[in-house]
């Protein structure tokens, strides 16, 4: 049984290969099953199918952990990279749009500036 924090140090052809031997276990395991094997093999089928999705799961983090690092710069990232939210607030404007400010309210702020007053105390 593969355990996942066990891998994580693992390279990509490390990965692979144990990828290839549980696959070629899991295989051996079926032939077992259907030639009337012994009841240990029928029942570590299970354990082995876990562990080629630890290690698949294991492989795809790291894939996708390079492929942040290699866009982290860039201006245009591919949607699965991006942060998932809300579609509200993907669509939201952001700080500095909100900021701004239209013609017509410039002006009007221009020709009616705000006015302070002094409290006699």
């Known amino acids: 049984m593969v355990k996942a924090h066990?891998?994580?140090s693992n390279?990509?052809?490390d990965l692979l290969k144990t990828l290839a031997e549980l696959r070629k276990e899991l295989s051996e395991l079926h032939v077992a099953k259907v030639t009337d094997g012994a009841a240990s093999k029928v029942a570590?089928?299970?354990g082995v199918r876990k562990?080629?999705?630890?290690?698949?799961?294991?492989?795809?983090?790291q894939q996708k952990e390079g492929l942040r690092k290699l866009y982290s710069n860039a201006k245009y990232v591919p949607k699965d990279l991006r942060t998932k939210?809300?579609?509200?607030?993907?669509r939201k404007l952001t700080k500095?749009?909100?900021?701004?400010?239209?013609?017509?309210?410039?002006?009007?702020?221009?020709a009616f500036p705000k006015q302070t007053y002094a409290i006699k105390a």
């Open 6 to 8: 066990e891998i994580r």
């Open 11 to 13: 390279t990509k052809e």
């Open 44 to 46: 570590k089928i299970k």
């Open 51 to 61: 562990s080629i999705a630890r290690v698949l799961t294991v492989y795809n983090q």
């Open 85 to 90: 939210t809300t579609r509200a607030m993907r």
């Open 96 to 110: 500095s749009e909100s900021k701004q400010k239209t013609h017509k309210t410039k002006r009007k702020l221009a």
